[in-house]
Structure formats: structure tokens, C-alpha cells
């Protein structure tokens, strides 16, 4: 077996990066998308994520492939890591650069080392590792990874980290009204009154798929990502290229659900549609109306999932306010490779901890559910 670290994913043949995936592979770790992210200058060197993708040839056949940035901040994980930075420099030691394998501004949990056959991932490990201890690198990074990866890695040396993410699971609902009958009489009545106040906006909502998309929509869901992210991060992390190169090479994988005044959008949000799940990613306005989030980024996508026999929806990284619109707490992991192994203990015992409240904290979260039964949907 072959590695080598590549400075771009353009580097390997959409062709041959399709031979590794598998059907049920989240759209977020296409070629096209992780091309789109590169192509159009949003995961770059100059702003902190410099592609050094590892790939496996067996003969003159690509086997694997490991999405890899070297990192000189920790903007745009939603993993953070900034007192584990803090420490290490009061220790003396250099934090940054590090290396993380995750999707560039993206909580998704998906494969994180990409083969379409059984390889061992000690032939991923050994040459990044091997490539830190020749770059005094101090640590990696694998952000949600799926449950096979996790176990592989912590065979491997890697420390675990313990978060969650909110996610909204269809059990075979024939409809919108179908699902609202697990909750509680009371919260059925606050989601009806929230669609009705979402939808007296003055116009219409819509949905947009594939070549339905065109620019003007583009043009209003780039106003809107601006406003979002001007107004959460400082700095928004994509550039306008971006949904330029995404609408023309992901088009069929795209759902843009918008709200309209006479024609002219106001609001949106864009979702990235999967095998067998959602994946609502952007969101954004220049109008605010009362509950028009809530109905945009939520309720539709459930509605679309419902009648597309999708099996879930996952709305992104936390936001307690899910929770009430059906969309319940799940576990998400990452895994961390740290050089020395004073530091790695430290963080491991912390660790250990901080999982620990995390469980406790989705318990909790899940008591104060919205359903008439908790294990309503287990039942059902």
C-alpha cells in the first residue's frame, strides 16, 4: 500500500474518488463538495484550513483516502478546543499548527477514512502520525466520525471526546400530522399556532430542488448566509464561488426551501439531501417575521423528509430550542491524537469527565421532551 498527502482533492479524479465511496455516504463528503469547498477558496491555507489530504494506492488504484487540514486556528470545527490550546502554550508548547480530519465548517457525522473496501487504518494512522513527529505537530483531530471509525481509533491510542447534536427520526410518519400526535396536547397546540404565525409572513414558502435553483435564488440565499454570518461568526466562512460551484455539481442533492413576497425571497435555509437524510446546513434572512426559522429550517424539512421516506433529519450542531420541535438528542464523538503523553493524560481524565455531563446533560434534555410518552417513538 501506497501514501501520499496531496495539496488538494483536484489532485485525485472525481472517477476514482467514486470507486471508494458507498451508497449510503453523507453528500457532505462528496468530491464534489469537498472540491467546491477548495475550488472556491473557502477551506484554504490563508484562512486556516490548508488541504493536505492523505491517499492510499494499491497498484495504480486509489484504495483510500482521508480528508486532512493543517490548522493554524480552530474557526469552524464546532469542537472546541481553545482551553486545550491555552494550556499547552502555558506549558511552553506549540498548539497550532494541528491537524484535523473533519468536513471543513461542517458537524456532520460521517466516514472519516474513505474506502470502499476492509483496510486496516493503521495505513492511515502510521504516515500522518510519522508526518507530526517529523513537523513537531502536536496533535490531531477526527471530528464526528461514524460508530465504525470511533471504535477503530480508540483500538488505536486516540482519547475520545463526548458531545451531542439534535436530530428529528422519522419511524415511518405518513404525514406532518402524524408525527405531531407523540407530543403532548399542549406543544401539539404551540406547533400549529407556530407554522400558523410562520406562514402570515405575506407570502409563500417553496421549495427548490436541482435545476429549479437558479441564480436570483442564489444571489438572495448568498444575502442571507452574509446576514447569518456577519451576525454569529464576525467573518462568514464561505465565499459567494462556493454555492456558485455547489449549485452546478450538487444540484440533484440540494433542497432550498424559501420564503417568498411576490416572487422576491426573504428568507431560506439549504439542505443537502442524502440516501437517507437531511442535512440542513444554511440559514438566513432579510426580513424577520415571527416563527419563519422555526417553519423554514424545521418543520419543512420534516415535512420533506416524511414525504420522501427519509429516515432522519440532522439540523446541525446544538440549539436547545430543537428540542420542542421534535428533534431529540444524540451522542456525537471525536477523537484526539496528542504527541506528548503528559498532556494526552491529563486530557484523557478530563475527558472522562466531560463525558460523564454530557450523558447527564441529555438526559435531562430528553425528560424535558416534548412527546406523551418518552419511548413513544420506540413503541411506535
Known amino acids: 500500500m501506497k501514501d501520499s498527502f496531496i495539496e488538494n482533492i483536484a489532485q485525485i479524479s472525481n472517477k476514482d474518488y467514486q470507486n471508494i465511496l458507498m451508497d449510503n455516504d453523507s ?11 477548495e475550488e472556491s477558496q473557502s477551506a484554504t491555507k490563508s484562512n486556516g484550513w490548508q488541504p493536505m489530504h492523505l ?31 491555552y494550556a499547552l502554550k502555558r506549558a511552553g508548547r506549540n498548539y497550532y499548527p494541528k491537524l484535523l480530519s473533519a468536513i471543513p465548517f461542517t458537524p456532520c457525522e460521517s466516514r ?17 502520525i510519522e ?40 419511524k415511518d410518519y405518513s404525514n406532518f400530522d402524524d408525527f405531531l400526535n407523540i407530543f403532548t396536547s399542549k406543544q401539539r397546540k404551540n406547533i400549529r399556532k407556530e407554522r400558523d404565525r410562520a406562514k402570515s409572513f405575506g407570502g409563500k414558502i417553496v421549495r427548490y430542488t436541482g435545476t429549479e435553483i437558479t441564480e436570483k435564488h442564489w444571489d438572495a440565499f448568498w444575502d442571507f448566509y452574509l446576514d447569518t454570518g456577519n451576525r454569529k461568526w464576525g467573518q462568514p466562512y464561505l465565499t459567494r464561488n462556493f454555492f456558485e460551484i455547489a449549485g452546478k455539481k450538487l444540484g440533484k442533492e440540494l433542497l432550498m426551501i424559501l420564503a417568498e413576497v411576490d416572487g422576491n425571497p426573504i428568507a431560506g435555509a439549504l439542505n443537502f439531501i442524502g440516501q437517507d437524510a437531511l442535512f440542513g446546513r444554511y440559514w438566513g434572512c432579510t426580513e424577520s417575521y415571527s416563527n419563519l426559522h422555526f417553519e423554514i429550517c424545521y418543520y419543512q424539512a420534516i415535512e420533506y423528509a416524511i414525504e420522501n421516506s ?55 434534555l430528553s425528560d424535558y421532551g416534548p412527546f406523551k410518552d418518552l419511548n413513544i417513538e420506540e413503541k411506535k
Open 27 to 37: 453528500p457532505l463528503i462528496s468530491y464534489e463538495f469537498l472540491n467546491a469547498l
Open 131 to 170: 508526518y507530526m513527529k517529523q513537523n513537531n505537530i502536536e496533535t490531531w483531530h477526527i471530528l464526528f466520525p461514524d460508530e465504525n471509525d470511533s471504535n477503530d481509533l480508540l483500538k488505536n491510542n486516540f482519547i475520545k471526546r463526548g458531545g451531542y447534536r439534535f436530530v428529528w427520526n422519522n
Open 112 to 128: 472519516k477514512f474513505i474506502t470502499k473496501s476492509s483496510i486496516d487504518k493503521s495505513f492511515f494512522i502510521e504516515p500522518v
Open 310 to 364: 427519509l429516515s432522519r433529519v440532522e439540523a446541525g450542531a446544538q440549539g436547545e430550542h430543537k428540542l420542542a420541535r421534535g428533534y431529540m438528542p444524540n451522542h456525537t464523538y471525536s477523537l484526539h491524537w496528542i504527541n506528548n503523553s503528559n498532556f494526552s493524560t491529563a486530557v484523557a481524565q478530563y475527558l472522562d469527565e466531560e463525558r460523564k455531563a454530557v450523558g447527564q446533560e441529555m438526559e435531562i
Open 55 to 85: 491517499m492510499l494506492k494499491n497498484k495504480e488504484d486509489i484504495s483510500g483516502f482521508l480528508p486532512l487540514y493543517l490548522k493554524n486556528n480552530s474557526h469552524g470545527e464546532f469542537v472546541f478546543d481553545h482551553q486545550w490550546s
